[in-house]
Nanobody
């Protein structure tokens, strides 16, 4: 029933910006948190940004100061503003509902959105 729909990725030059969107479908209740994950080929999927219902945020060390997570509660949509992009940010980006240990609450993922940063 629940679906994650990511969008907004693309190809950008290093130093550029991109804004990703994540629509969470099929829920009628308030979720405790929303998170953005990313996965590059041959690497583990990692949690890079979290926004909790109370407004607190957490960011991975590699993106801190460059990425900003936000949400529109009425639309069940989360956003990831990505600035000062680096080639190392190249990955497929996904959203899910993170637990406190960073693992996803749901055992499935959306299609993800590809972010490619050229040097």
């Amino acid at each position: 029933q629940v679906q994650f729909v990511e969008s907004g990725g693309g190809l950008v030059q290093a130093g550029g910006s991109l804004r990703l969107s994540c629509a969470v479908l099929g829920v009628t209740f308030s979720i405790p948190a929303i998170g953005w994950y990313r996965q590059a080929p041959g690497k583990q999927r990692e949690l890079v940004a979290v926004l909790r219902n109370g407004g607190s945020t957490n960011y991975g060390d590699s993106v801190k100061g460059r990425f900003t997570i936000s949400r529109d509660n009425a639309k069940n949509t989360a956003y990831l503003q990505m600035d000062a992009l680096k080639p190392e940010d190249t990955a497929i980006y996904y959203c899910n509902v993170p637990r406190h240990d960073s693992s996803p609450s749901y055992g499935f993922w959306g299609q993800g959105t590809q972010v490619t940063v050229s040097s």
